[in-house]
């Protein structure tokens, strides 16, 4: 008889669990909706959590029902059709729930931020949602530094693709900062330090005329974006035109970045003294 009460006893319990658990179902399916592009897609989507008498309010819009809700949606995407939606935290309440939220576009610009109040009805759907707005809303210092890195990553990617698999040198040009300064080991033959653009390319050229190299392992990305810095790390495989000689090489680029720009490369060679000799040598 307590084995069956005990039994009877769990039941109950992981159901009141699992009602508790699912209370946020219809807020998770809400945050998904403004996500979704597609209006038919997300029409089908609201139908599962939003009634013909649920409401939305917002400083812009007061309306009731399902089609209503998806137009507002809709619209919103016509004027910020970038937009990428953040929320924090959920506070529950009874039959309460409360969140902060945030808007950023494709470049991590910060359009708004805000608070959303949802009244669910009990059986997984949303009765009234209200969505107060703060235009005065900031990034946290993490996610400052989360879409910062981001930034500088592809900035490197950018360049990396540019220099050694399109080969399209303008193309980094616009990554460059005017002052930016390259570093090379001063025991090749074009070792030394360049500074502004221009004078990279004239590294570039100078580098060209003694070997040719392909990518033989991708690049692997390490970056601290408190310090504005990139590493990558890959492996080259040379033919140095003098000789005909190939060479692997692992090689270590460390990418110094201020405003969206590269301001400076330090680059390292495993073993320099062996590079050099190999693109001295001759048949």
């Not at 004027?79 to 969140?99: Q, R």
């Not at 959303?116 to 703060?134: H, P, T, V, Y």
């Not at 390292?268 to 062996?274: A, E, L, R, V």
């Amino acid at each position: 008889m307590r084995k069956i009460y005990f039994i009877c006893l769990l039941f109950i319990c992981n159901g009141i669990l699992a009602q508790k658990k699912d209370k946020l179902y219809p807020v998770t399916i809400y945050e998904k909706i403004w996500q979704e592009r597609n209006s038919d897609a997300r029409l089908k989507m609201i139908k599962t959590i939003w009634l013909e008498d649920s409401t939305f309010e917002d400083p812009s819009a007061s309306i009731k029902g399902i089609t209503a809700f998806n137009n507002v949606i809709n619209e919103f995407y016509k004027k910020i059709p970038d937009a990428a939606l953040t929320s924090g935290p959920k506070i529950v309440k009874d039959n309460y729930v409360s969140w902060d939220w945030k808007i950023q576009d494709s470049k991590n610009k910060l359009i708004m931020g805000g608070r959303e109040f949802a009244r669910l009805n009990g059986k997984g759907q949303i009765s009234k949602i209200i969505s107060f707005w703060n235009k005065d809303a900031t990034l946290s210092e993490a996610e400052v530094l989360k879409n910062l890195e981001a930034d500088n990553l592809k900035i490197v990617e950018k360049y990396f693709e540019s220099l050694f698999k399109t080969k399209d040198v303008n193309a980094i040009a616009p990554l460059i900062d005017d002052e930016a300064v390259y570093n090379q080991a001063t025991g090749l033959p074009y070792g030394g330090t360049y500074k502004g653009f221009d004078e990279w390319t004239k590294m570039f050229a100078k580098s060209a005329e003694l070997f040719d190299l392909q990518i033989e392992r991708e690049p692997v990305y390490f970056s601290d974006p408190s310090k504005e810095e990139v590493i990558i790390y890959f492996v080259i495989n040379c033919k140095a035109k003098k000789s005909g000689k190939t060479l692997s090489m692992p090689i270590s680029e460390h990418f110094d970045l201020k405003k969206g720009k590269i301001t400076a490369i330090r680059l390292f060679y495993f073993d320099t003294k062996q590079f050099a000799e190999f693109l001295k040598s001759r048949k």
